[in-house]
């Protein structure tokens, strides 16, 4: 292998264009085989880029720069290459120079632009279709990354160069060379692209913080570019038909992003987001009519039409329809725009063709199913439901059933109300649309099935309806409201008022659900009877189908009759109900709202009159003993059926009788333990009081509240049973996508536009901390901006030459500790500062990844050279560094002389920065607090500062002083479990949880002592405050980082407001307060005074003769009496006659014994080990 790279470098080190080529395609053949060729790199750096030779030779050595990694002083030789080629006469050889220019690295980018703004402007006027080409597809690439917004920011001249290369860019869409118009019209779709998206910075690795600057700076590119596109609208339209089928894809975006901004009229809001001058502003753009937008957009869809249906090529069918959706709902947009669309899109699913595209074209369809007229939504449901049914992502098919969902509830309320107002129905509106497939009601309807997809449907239709029933923020569309979108708009508007009737369909369509046996799971099952109960409670069902005289409507009665009946269905049902869980469910839902009154009389023997139904399965769960705990839960089962018979057995006198009997059997049998026995005797007792006094039934039975008491999660212990797991994950997936489709948070962008630049998402850059001292000559401070999507973190230095001289260059290393990884596997980076001038400031950043939860940081090396010329022997301080370092550092150390070394303060990352907060409800957050193996525990010591008694009179209204020391737990990435947060005037719990970038749950409780019981605030004084943290975590690795090292953690937690404990110190001080309490208690004993009538008759007893021991028992008689009657009076008060000191000092004293009695088993369990 020496001996080729050998012969690959002397070929290079020759003039002939040949060998050199053909060595350096050889060289790109051993970097794709994997191979290092970094010493090739630095022979064509020195040999092609630096030197001259031929176009293909430059492109070739450029295409080797890429593929391999280069040393900070090998990239000044390549920028010094390019300076001198982009002068070169022959303009492929410039043309393959600008192409380099977006594989710069970032550090060594900006300046070669500023330096070279004059030739780069120059390229755009070559008469070479390449280059033109080259400068067009190179700075479409990195004029839109943060990095060059960032440096325009910073630099006024350099911004208008940039604007006015943008110009340029937007004239070259209708450039004669289609290569050139092409790549133009790819530039401008990338700069609307990154104005929403910000892909290619995130693609760079760029993690800058965007200010108020920057995005003016954007907003003004993207509104130039606007404009030229809608002024030159006809002729770019007109210019990408000549171009070749293959490249009519990327002139699609760019014009249906620039017609849409000027025809919605965002693009308005960008210009006032620009800051333009508003004089000038306003006086070069022209406001063009209603009229003129619409015909612009109508002209665009007539142009991109054809390509809809003549086609053959799937991507650009896909491109087309997209957009051309995009474009459909503008002001006067018609169904037609729609419906074209998603007639082509859904013919390439037919066609099996753009296959990898399945989720994309799906989402694009339910995405805009409001759009299209009814006929044609009705006619896509079952299709639509048997694609999604297909899907593998389960994000995206979740996605998919809430829009289908959604629109059908609305559909269904708008083509009833137009029923109302006399219009034709139409067929089809109803929810059982849904579920018209023949593959879908059998799935429906059978007891078992393979797949989830029938939960998925049943769970979220019935939480689509809790979701319509609530209100909902105001829906602004962008165009007229038509007939297309109307529907979407009354369903989720004014017609959402009448929410209960598609609910009652859901219910009534989706009843074969209760039959279902989905291996233990019960989630959908839960979601279905909880929605019946809502509507049963709404519609008051217990007190029978309303009449005309009682202000009942006929939809009312119709929907009450409706209901009934669907219960008495539900009631056979019970019989056939294959999940043990379930049943005693159905049971309560069913009995806690039938019409019992309404039940004939003259069916009391038959067996299947639904009360005797209802009581025969009641004896089923009450005595069923052979019921595993994994299948069913008999003490919620059984608690649930006797609730039941207390409700039914005082609210009916025939379900009263039968009742006791059923409890009379339960209660004297094997299956009823103790509790269970003494709560049936109780509720044989409320029956039998009510049978007697039927006016008080509200001993026995209440009102319906509409709640539905139970919970598919189960118990802690069975935490990893499969079906519960299941049941969460369903739950969590179905209740992401209804949140995104209903309630959607705005983009940052979005925000701008709506609040403007005063809108609280810029975000303010954080802290940044030295590095190094004040007298250093160098002072470097930095900060990190974390990048949680992509788990990356960004250090950025900012360094400024303290000394007086001009530092010619100045080396920062930066190396890497714990979990952090270069992208490029290099074991540290290197930026090269060239001329630092005295007090002049100068940013560098470094862009690492994190490859697991664990204490990380960078350690950072300034190497600068005062002593340019002198001979030193610095050989490095880096073990790992790689040969062609060394030798290039041993080659230039004659002419930069020894450097000085200056190391820095390692800048650490806090733990907290890779962590999210996790949302959790309560409940699961104590069901998950037992199951979390690894734990964590340690006490920490916070100052509290008494504020005197305005401290105390302001606890009175709520401003407690809790907390002092904990106060920027609240800044950090934790989700607070606030419904389990306690503050007493003894103390406080708090429950916190978060996950791991890399997916470990970590929870978190704080227990401590409240300011308040320490009495500080009685005065001005300070106190130290203990409070005990617990750790649980999901892996064993998590806590093991915690612990060690503590006092970190307590500091990344708090900011340095809580200290650590050790465990010696928590129990050395608790046995100092103990012994302090124990002397209190003593000195309190010694102090109490004696009673003065016993010491009166002592003294009298002593004087008296020894012969009078009848009267002294005489007196010890009447001492006892008077103790009782002092007791008895105490009995007698409500309040204790006891102070509050004395009150105190006997809690301290039992608090004390019991502490006293906990250190006693811990000398027995230390003595006995």
Not at 546 to 571: C, F, H, I, P, Y
Not at 986 to 998: M, N, R
Request: glycine letters at 6%; one cysteine or more; hydrophobic letters at 40%.
């Amino acid at each position: 292998m020496d001996i080729l790279f050998a012969q690959i470098q002397a070929d290079l080190r020759s003039n002939d264009a040949l060998r050199q080529s053909s060595a350096l395609l050889q060289a790109l053949q051993q970097s794709a085989a994997g191979r290092d060729i970094s010493v090739i790199a630095k022979s064509a750096v020195e040999e092609i880029v630096a030197s001259p030779a031929s176009a293909v030779c430059k492109k070739l050595a450029f295409d080797l720069i890429r593929s391999t990694r280069l040393t900070p002083d090998l990239w000044d030789t390549v920028c010094s290459g390019v300076k001198t080629d982009l002068h070169f006469p022959d303009p492929d050889v410039t043309a393959a120079a600008v192409s380099i220019l977006a594989a710069l690295p970032s550090f060594s980018l900006p300046k070669l632009i500023s330096d070279c703004s004059a030739e780069i402007a120059s390229c755009f006027d070559s008469p070479s279709d390449n280059l033109r080409f080259s400068i067009t597809e190179t700075l479409g690439c990195i004029l839109a990354r943060d990095d060059l917004v960032t440096l325009c920011e910073n630099n006024v001249s350099l911004l208008d160069k940039v604007s006015t290369w943008w110009g340029r860019i937007g004239q070259n869409m209708i450039d004669k060379s289609d290569a050139v118009s092409k790549v133009a019209f790819e530039s401008v779709g990338r700069l609307f692209q990154e104005f929403d998206s910000k892909r290619m910075s995130r693609l760079a690795g760029d993690k800058l913080v965007d200010s108020e600057n920057s995005l003016a700076i954007r907003s003004k590119w993207v509104s130039s570019m606007v404009d030229i596109v809608w002024k030159k609208r006809s002729a770019l339209m007109a210019r990408s038909l000549v171009l070749p089928v293959e490249t009519f894809r990327s002139t699609v975006f760019p014009l249906v992003f620039a017609v849409k901004a000027v025809a919605s009229g965002s693009v308005e809001v960008i210009r006032q987001l620009s800051k333009a001058n508003t004089s000038g502003a306003n006086a070069a753009v022209v406001v063009d009519s209603n009229t003129e937008k619409l015909v612009g957009v109508s002209d665009l869809v007539t142009h991109l039409a054809p390509f809809l249906a003549s086609s053959l090529d799937p991507a650009l069918i896909f491109e087309v329809g997209i957009n051309m959706l995009y474009l459909a709902d503008v002001a006067g947009g018609k169904p037609e725009w729609a419906s074209q669309s998603i007639i082509a899109i859904l013919t390439l699913w037919d066609r099996q063709e753009f296959s990898s595209a399945r989720e994309s074209i799906v989402r694009a369809v339910v995405t805009n199913l409001h759009l299209l007229d009814l006929h044609m939504q009705v006619s896509l449901f079952r299709r639509l439901l048997l694609m999604v049914r297909n899907l593998r992502a389960e994000s995206d098919r979740m996605h998919a059933l809430a829009c289908i969902c959604r629109t059908a509830l609305c559909v269904h309320l708008f083509a009833r109300e137009s029923a109302r107002r006399g219009q034709k129905p139409l067929p089809g509106t109803d929810i059982i649309s849904l579920f018209e497939d023949a593959r879908i009601k059998d799935d429906l309807n059978s007891v078992t099935s393979k797949s989830l997809f029938r939960e998925e449907l049943v769970a979220m239709l019935v939480e689509s309806c809790f979701q319509l029933s609530l209100p909902l923020p105001e829906q602004k569309f962008s165009g007229m409201e038509s007939r297309v979108i109307g529907a979407l708009a009354y369903g989720t508007g004014y017609g959402a008022l009448n929410w209960t009737e598609p609910a009652l369909e859901v219910v009534e369509v989706c009843r074969p659900c209760v039959k279902w046996d989905c291996d233990g799971r019960t989630y959908a099952i839960d979601c279905y009877l909880k929605l019946l109960v809502r509507l049963c409670h709404i519609y008051d069902t217990r007190g029978g189908v309303k009449r005309l005289k009682d202000g009942a409507s006929q939809d009312q009665m119709l929907n009450e009759t409706r209901l009934q009946n669907l219960q008495r269905e539900l009631v056979k049902d019970l019989q056939e109900v294959n999940t043990p869980r379930i049943l005693g469910r159905l049971i309560w839902t069913i009995a806690e709202h039938i019409d019992l009154e309404g039940l004939d009389p003259l069916l009391a023997d038959d067996p299947d009159d639904p009360l005797n139904i209802i009581i025969a399965n009641m004896h089923k769960v009450l005595f069923n003993l052979d019921a595993a705990a994994t299948t069913s839960n008999r003490l919620q089962d059984v608690q649930a059926v006797l609730l039941c018979a207390q409700r039914m057995g005082s609210r009916h006198a025939r379900a009263g009788q039968l009742i006791t009997k059923e409890l009379e059997e339960y209660r004297n049998h094997a299956a009823a333990d103790t509790v269970s026995k003494h709560q049936t005797r109780l509720i044989l007792q409320r029956i039998k009081y009510v049978s007697n006094l039927p006016e008080r039934k509200w001993a026995g039975v209440s009102e319906t509240r509409g709640d539905y008491p139970f919970s598919h999660h189960k118990l802690t212990v069975q935490f990893y049973e499969p079906s519960a797991a299941q049941d969460r994950k369903l739950e969590g997936l179905i209740h992401k996508a209804i949140l995104e489709l209903w309630r959607p948070k705005p983009s940052e962008l979005t925000l701008f536009l709506a609040k403007g630049a005063n809108s609280t998402s810029i975000k303010v850059p954080p802290t940044a901390y030295p590095l190094t001292g004040s007298s250093d000559p160098c002072y470097i401070e930095a900060y990190h901006l974390a990048d949680t999507n992509d788990g990356r973190v960004t250090l950025h230095l900012k360094i400024i030459n303290l000394t007086e001289l001009e530092l010619n260059r100045v080396d920062i290393r930066v190396g890497l500790s714990g979990a952090l990884y270069f992208m490029d596997g290099s074991p540290q980076a290197v930026r090269q500062l060239r001329n630092l001038v005295s007090q002049d400031p100068v940013q560098c950043s470094v862009t690492v990844g994190v490859s697991q939860f664990e204490r990380c940081g960078f350690w950072v090396q300034v190497l600068y050279y005062p002593f340019r010329g002198a001979r030193g022997d610095y050989d490095g301080d880096y073990i790992e560094e790689e040969p062609q370092m060394m030798k290039q550092k041993r080659g230039s150390r004659a002419e930069l002389g020894d450097p000085v070394i200056l190391r820095c303060q390692p800048y650490k990352i806090p733990l907290t920065e890779l962590l999210l907060p996790h949302k959790i409800s309560p409940v699961e957050f104590f069901r998950l607090w037992p199951s979390l193996p690894a734990v964590a525990e340690y006490t920490g010591t916070y100052m509290y500062e008494g504020s005197g008694f305005m401290a105390t009179a302001a606890q009175q209204y709520g401003a407690s002083p809790f907390l002092s020391g904990l106060n920027s737990l609240s800044s950090k990435p934790f989700h607070r479990v606030c419904s389990h947060i306690i503050r007493t005037v003894a103390g406080f719990q708090l429950c916190y949880a978060a996950k791991t970038w890399h997916g470990g749950f970590v929870g978190m409780m704080i227990f401590g002592a409240s300011e308040v019981s320490r009495n500080v605030d009685l005065g001005d004084e300070t106190t130290t405050m203990m409070c005990k943290f617990v750790v649980r975590a999901s892996e064993a690795s998590i806590t093991k980082q915690i612990e060690s090292d503590v006092q970190g953690w307590c500091d990344d937690l708090t900011d340095g407001g809580v200290e650590y404990m050790p465990e010696d110190e928590v129990k050395a001080t608790a046995a100092e307060k103990l012994k302090i309490s124990m002397e209190r208690i003593a000195l309190l004993k010694a102090a109490q005074p004696k009673k003065i009538p016993k010491t009166q008759e002592e003294n009298e007893s002593e004087e008296e003769d020894d012969d009078e021991e009848d009267d002294e028992e005489k007196e010890k008689k009447e001492k006892e009496k008077e103790e009782e009657k002092k007791k008895k009076e105490k009995e007698k008060g409500t309040l204790s006659k006891l102070t509050a000191e004395e009150t105190e000092h006997m809690a301290l004293q039992a608090a004390v014994l019991q502490e006293w009695h906990m250190l006693c088993k811990d000398r027995k369990l230390t003595k006995n080990n």
